[in-house]
C-alpha cells in the first residue's frame, strides 16, 4: 500500500532496505496483496518509501510471533492512520466525500425506524457484513444491546460507540468508549458494508433541544446505499475506534482500506429495505 510518498523505489530497493529477498516480497504480494506496488508501463514494480516503513513493521510483528497475515493487517491498519488523520465523525466524512448526498432534518422517532429497517435487511440478507453503530450514551444503546448482540453473531465485525463506563470484552459488538468532547457523541449512525446490502445512516442532533420530548428530537441526517459513500462512512467508524485505542479495528481497517470496484447495489436488496422503512416509520415514526 503506497502511502506519503512518491513511488520510486524498485523491488531491490525495497529488499535491500527491508533486509528481505525480493522473491519474499513477490510471494507475499501473490498471497496476500501485501506490499502493494504501482506498476510503469512497462510493468516493473515501483514502491513509496513508506511502504519501507511498513514492511519493517511486519518483519518486526511475524519476528515477535504474530502469525504474518494477521502482522500484515496490523502493520498495515497503523501505517493507514498514520497516513490519514482520524475522521472526526461519520457525517462530516460523508458531507466532505459526498455533497451529493441530500440532507434532511428528521425526527428521533424515524430514525429509528430507519435504523430497525437497515438492521432487519442486513441480518436477512447481508453476508458477513462490517457493522457500525454510534449511541450518543450508554442509556440509549442498552435497550438495543440485546438486537445488537444477535446481529454480532452475523457480521464479521460489529462495533458500538457511546459514552461506555465498561469496554471489558463480552459477547456481542465490541464496545467503543467516546470521550465527552468526542464529535461523534452528538451522532446518530448505523453502518453496514457489505457486497449484498451496503447501507449508512448518519446524522447529527441540532443543538438547543434540552426542552424537546425524547421522541421529538431532531437530527440533521443523510443515508445512502452507495458502495463507496457506505465504504467511506464504514471506515470513519473504523478509524473512530481505532484512535479510541480499540485493538479489533486494526485488521478491520485493514479490510476498508480498498475502494470497492465496480460496485453496484443490488436494486431488490434496496427495495426490500425501503419496504421496511415505509412500513417502520408507519407504525413507530409517528
Not at 502511502?3 to 525495497?14: A, R
Not at 457506505?230 to 479510541?244: G, P, T, Y
Request: charged share 25%; aromatic share 6%.
Amino acid at each position: 500500500m503506497n502511502m506519503l510518498s512518491t513511488p520510486d523505489l524498485t523491488i531491490g530497493d525495497l529488499a535491500q532496505e527491508t533486509g528481505l529477498s525480493a522473491a519474499t516480497l513477490r510471494m507475499w504480494e501473490q498471497r496476500h496483496g501485501f506490499p502493494t506496488p504501482a506498476r510503469l508501463a512497462s510493468g516493473h514494480r515501483r514502491y513509496a518509501r513508506a511502504d519501507v516503513a511498513t514492511v519493517r513493521d511486519v518483519v518486526r510483528r511475524r519476528d515477535s510471533g504474530v502469525r504474518l497475515d494477521v502482522a500484515i493487517a496490523q502493520a498495515t491498519a497503523r501505517a493507514l492512520a498514520q497516513a490519514e488523520p482520524p475522521a472526526p465523525s461519520v457525517y462530516a466524512e460523508l458531507r466532505r466525500h459526498h455533497p451529493h448526498l441530500a440532507s434532511n432534518r428528521l425526527r428521533k422517532s424515524t430514525l429509528l425506524a430507519l435504523s430497525w429497517a437497515i438492521e432487519d435487511e442486513f441480518a436477512a440478507r447481508a453476508t458477513r457484513p462490517h457493522l457500525f453503530g454510534s449511541f450518543q450514551d450508554e442509556a440509549t444503546y442498552l435497550p438495543a444491546e440485546e438486537r445488537w448482540v444477535e446481529l454480532a453473531r452475523v457480521a464479521a465485525s460489529a462495533f458500538v460507540m457511546a459514552e461506555f463506563d465498561d469496554v471489558a470484552p463480552r459477547p456481542g459488538p465490541v464496545r467503543v468508549h467516546l470521550q465527552e468532547d468526542a464529535p461523534m457523541r452528538r451522532e446518530w449512525t448505523v453502518v453496514c458494508d457489505s457486497p449484498e446490502l451496503p447501507a449508512a445512516l448518519t446524522a447529527w442532533e441540532l443543538p438547543g433541544q434540552s426542552q424537546v420530548r425524547d421522541r421529538d428530537r431532531l437530527f440533521e441526517a443523510v443515508w445512502t446505499v452507495e458502495p463507496l459513500a457506505v465504504r467511506h462512512a464504514a471506515r470513519a467508524c473504523a478509524q473512530v475506534a481505532s484512535a479510541a485505542g480499540v485493538a479489533e479495528a486494526a485488521p478491520v481497517l485493514y479490510d476498508l482500506a480498498e475502494d470497492p470496484t465496480d460496485a453496484v447495489t443490488d436494486l431488490a436488496s434496496v427495495t426490500s429495505m425501503f419496504n421496511r422503512v415505509v412500513t417502520y416509520v408507519d407504525r413507530f415514526g409517528r
